[in-house]
T-cell receptor, first 113, second 114 residues
Framework: DAMVIQNPRYQVTQFGKPVTLSCSQT?????MYWYQQKSSQAPKLLFH???????NEADTPDNFQSRRPNTSFCFLDIRSPGLGDAAMYLC????????????FGDGTRLSIL | GESVGLHLPTLSVQEGDNSIINCAYS??????FIWYKQESGKGPQFIID?????DKRQGQRVTVLLNKTVKHLSLQIAATQPGDSAVYFC?????????????FGGGTRLMVKP
């Protein structure tokens, strides 16, 4: 049973057209993460929510925003997608505190036309 | 900045043989390490983790070894099967990091030959 669910699995958008990716979890974890992963590369952390507290990575472009309306859901908004934003976007969750593994969804592959 | 890296980008093994995937880390403050398996088109899947107060931890067909002296981590897979073919990532974290953020290594592709 999927515990971290990402929708849609594939998303196509036009250059400059805002797009939203969604993530939901049934684990009741208090930390949720968004990663960007390009082909043959490791996942790169964009930001994370610890409960309601938003934590942005220093090198995450302003073009990327996130919302977490409740414990179960988290959204990634890309305000003006560029060609370089085509990638797999992964959502993950974990319990807060030291030494807890992150659990990943299967990602949304974003294509930019 | 600090980084986690891998020695071999691709490892090819015969079905039934044991596999060893290596990872070097540079952050001496790291005290939590984790291995993920990522199959094509899927998200990373947790395999096994280890804390720095341990040198070895075993799971089902997998063993993680941690050598803090040389900052080296390895994943051993016993009796490798075709279903083990995937990209394997090591990742590190530390206890000062309340958000459980992980730094990922570059990944090793494991190919299992029948």
């Amino acid at each position: 049973d999927a515990m971290v669910i990402q929708n849609p699995r594939y998303q196509v958008t036009q250059f400059g057209k805002p797009v939203t990716l969604s993530c939901s979890q049934t684990l009741n974890h208090n930390v949720m993460y968004w990663y960007q992963q390009k082909s043959s590369q490791a996942p790169k952390l964009l930001f994370h929510y610890y409960d309601k507290d938003f934590n942005n990575e220093a090198d995450t472009p302003d073009n990327f925003q996130s919302r977490r309306p409740n414990t179960s859901f988290c959204f990634l908004d890309i305000r003006s997608p560029g060609l370089g934003d085509a990638a797999m976007y992964l959502c993950a969750t974990s319990l807060g505190g030291y030494g807890q593994p992150q659990h990943f969804g299967d990602g949304t592959r974003l294509s930019i036309l | 900045g600090e980084s986690v890296g891998l020695h071999l980008p691709t490892l090819s093994v015969q079905e039934g043989d044991n596999s060893i995937i290596n990872c070097a880390y540079s952050n001496s403050a790291s005290d939590y390490f984790i291995w993920y398996k990522q199959e094509s088109g899927k998200g990373p899947q947790f395999i096994i983790d280890i804390r720095s107060n341990m040198d070895k931890r075993q799971g089902q067909r997998v063993t993680v070894l941690l050598n803090k002296t040389v900052k080296h981590l390895s994943l051993q897979i016993a009796a490798t099967q075709p279903g083990d073919s995937a990209v394997y990532f090591c990742a590190e974290g530390d206890r000062s990091n309340a958000g459980n953020m992980l730094t990922f290594g570059g990944g090793t592709r494991l190919m299992v030959k029948p």
